[in-house]
């Protein structure tokens, strides 16, 4: 089973960017549908966005107003989110996530495996 591991996390000022990855260990992403969740102090964990396992289908959650971009790096077996003026409101744990099927998903239960999240601090 493939094991999602975040990095890249951190504190950036309102208005700032980051880019954080996630790397696949003990298995190939490369048969898996993948994507980006958050969870914020005392909230849900919530979707934020999704891509398809060949990287050819993305959805976003509304609440990334084209912020946010997803992407998979199939040489180096990554997965990103690039996120571009960020808010106060970004501010949550990121959680990375592969799901066996296919075609991408906005669903927590389409996913399986998670990794242990990576915190993301936005100051105003």
């Known amino acids: 089973q493939v094991q999602p591991v975040e990095s890249g996390g951190g504190l950036v000022q309102a208005g700032g960017s980051l880019r954080p990855p996630c790397a696949a260990a003990?298995?190939?992403?490369?048969?898996?549908?993948l994507g980006w969740f958050r969870q914020a102090p005392g909230k849900e964990r919530v979707f934020v966005a999704a891509?398809?396992?060949?990287?050819?289908?993305?959805e976003y959650a509304d609440s990334g107003d084209g912020r946010f971009t997803i992407s998979r790096d199939k040489t180096k077996d990554k997965l990103y989110l690039q996120m571009n003026s960020l808010k106060p409101e970004d501010t949550a744990v990121y959680y990375c996530?592969?799901?066996?099927?296919?075609?991408?998903?906005?669903?927590?239960?389409?996913?399986?495996?998670w990794g242990q999240g990576a915190q993301v601090t936005v100051s105003s």
């Open positions: 996530a592969a799901g066996p099927r296919y075609s991408k998903s906005r669903y927590l239960r389409d996913y399986n495996r």
């Open positions: 003990g298995r190939s992403f490369s048969t898996y549908a």
């Open positions: 891509i398809s396992w060949n990287g050819g289908s993305t």
